[in-house]
């Protein structure tokens, strides 16, 4: 690179050192037997790198040396072993339009600002709005499955109030009803929204996780006999823990008689439209109002990748109004493709790229594939549990969620609590396996995704032996060594 292009040696030495770290690392990630993170506690970590800013500059070989330390202590959630959250792997084609977007440094305002992205945005829409049955739809890239959430929650504010962007909500005590399974992002918007968690009303779930619908409808006619004005029900597809699916249709019929918006939360599930063997498991996600859907979870964009889809056009400029202030940035010339009109956000990144060169690259063939294998790999490890007498399934598996519970021999339940709490901490110190803890029946557990394109059978034999030696030493160390 010559000075002429702006661009000087150190420039130079930069980005070919991180180039030449940026291969590394990604032909590490086939490597198992890296472990996953180096489970330092924050002060050892702090340690290890000097983090102020300062006055002078550092020059590339200490940019580069931090750069190595951020690498070798970030968490590898590329590792085929990864199965923590609802996501894991890298997608090239993705991690590739990471790098262009940033290399491009736009934002999603204007047609006129945002030329191929505006398109590509649009089209990613119209793609995932017609796998869902929003024909006639629209939709926006948000931050995420909580802020989709927050938005189909202001839409339906909106529809059930149309005066409420000028006179606020007025006194007026709006109640919405999402399940106990429901994500707590829920929460967050009935505050934001100023609809009070309190008038947050929670439905309960059977075993599986899948809400009530008696107890919705019975709940739907008791806040109207106590004077208050139901406006929406979250209906969740594929919740976090144990991976239920709302009886959609049936909630769908409930929204229909009680003029109430349909929000359907498939961060998670969502993904599942992407093959017909898994797509019935989310019958009647058409008869939403609207959805979000997360492609960086199963799908394995890289994050941020979400996007909210309204079944009717027009819904989201109204919601979004930026009313004339923004008459220097929103254009007239581009009204009828520009996207800045639907969203929350002013600045908003471009995250279509990455999943339409991620689409192009898989084609559709691919992600039906990809779907399939997590849903037999995850049917696969569920079995593997049920077969062995020292675990057991804490619930039926829902999309690739599976919640495992170490049982031991000879321990009582409350014993089973220590040892399972115990057990993800030595997992996770072991830089072996990631997975999470949650709680299921007031016990914990531990929930396993599959989600990480490197998964396969061996891996899952290999986790399964692990588990169990590790649930064996501890409650040998705690309970039969005495
Ligand atoms: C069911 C569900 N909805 C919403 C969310 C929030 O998604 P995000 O992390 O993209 O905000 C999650 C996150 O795990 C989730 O599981």
Redesign the pocket.
């Known amino acids: 690179m010559s000075e002429e292009d702006g661009l000087n040696n150190s420039d130079e030495r930069l980005l070919q050192g991180v180039l030449a770290r940026i291969w590394r690392y990604l032909q590490d990630n086939n490597n198992s037997s890296i472990t996953i993170n180096k489970a330092k506690n924050y002060r050892e970590l702090q340690m290890k790198l000097d983090l102020a800013v300062r006055e002078e500059s550092v020059d590339v070989e200490e940019m580069l040396q931090d750069i190595d330390i951020y690498l070798s202590e970030s968490v590898r959630t590329s590792h085929p072993h990864f199965m923590n ?2 996501w894991g792997g890298t997608n090239l084609p993705s991690f590739t339009g990471e790098i262009i977007t940033a290399l491009t440094n736009t934002s999603m305002y204007t047609f006129e600002i945002a030329p191929m992205a505006t398109l590509i945005e649009n089209e990613m829409i119209k793609t995932m709005s017609k796998l869902v049955g929003f024909d006639a739809g629209e939709g926006i890239f948000t931050t ?4 989709g ?1 927050l938005m189909g929650m202001l839409c339906a504010r909106d529809r059930k109030l149309p005066d409420v962007q000028n006179e606020g909500i007025n006194g007026k005590s709006l109640v919405a009803f999402i399940s106990e399974e429901a ?1 707590y ?1 829920t929460t967050m918007a009935a505050n934001i929204l100023g609809i009070g968690n309190k008038n947050l009303i929670v439905i309960s779930c059977n075993e599986f996780g899948e809400m009530d619908t008696e107890e919705l409808e019975e709940k739907i006619a008791a806040e109207k006999r106590a004077g208050n004005t139901p406006f929406c029900v979250i209906a ?1 597809a ?3 823990v144990k991976g239920a699916v709302d009886p959609l249709d049936e909630i769908a019929e409930i929204c229909k008689r009680e003029y109430l918006w349909l929000h359907i ?1 498939a ?2 599930g969502g993904a599942a439209l992407l093959s017909p063997k898994t797509r019935q498991l989310l019958q009647g996600i058409e008869k939403g109002d609207s959805i979000c859907w ?1 492609p ?1 979870k199963m799908m394995g964009v890289h994050l941020i990748c ?1 996007v909210f889809l309204v079944k009717s056009a027009g819904t989201l400029s109204k919601v979004c109004s930026h009313t004339d202030d923004a008459h220097y940035l929103l254009l007239d010339s581009s009204k009828e493709i520009d996207l800045g009109n639907k969203s929350l956000q002013c600045g908003r990144r471009v995250d279509a790229l990455k999943l339409w060169l991620a689409w192009r690259a898989k084609g559709n063939e691919g992600w039906r594939k990809q779907i399939e294998k997590y849903f037999s790999i995850a049917e696969y490890l569920a079995t593997k549990v049920s077969e062995n007498p020292l675990l057991e399934l804490a619930c039926k598996p829902g999309m690739t969620n599976v919640c495992i519970r170490y049982t031991g021999a000879r321990l009582t339940p409350d014993k089973q609590d220590l040892v399972n709490s115990k057990l993800r901490v030595v997992l996770l110190e072991s830089g072996e396996f990631m997975v999470s803890k949650s709680i299921i029946n007031n016990r914990p557990i531990l929930r396993a995704v599959i989600a990480n394109p490197k998964i396969d059978e061996n891996i899952i034999d290999n986790f399964i032996e692990t588990i169990v030696n590790i649930g064996n030493k501890i409650s040998n160390d705690e309970y039969h060594s005495r």
């Open positions: 959250p609802l995420g499955g909580s802020n959430n994500h992002s969740t594929g919740t976090t939360d961060a998670w997360d960086h979400s």
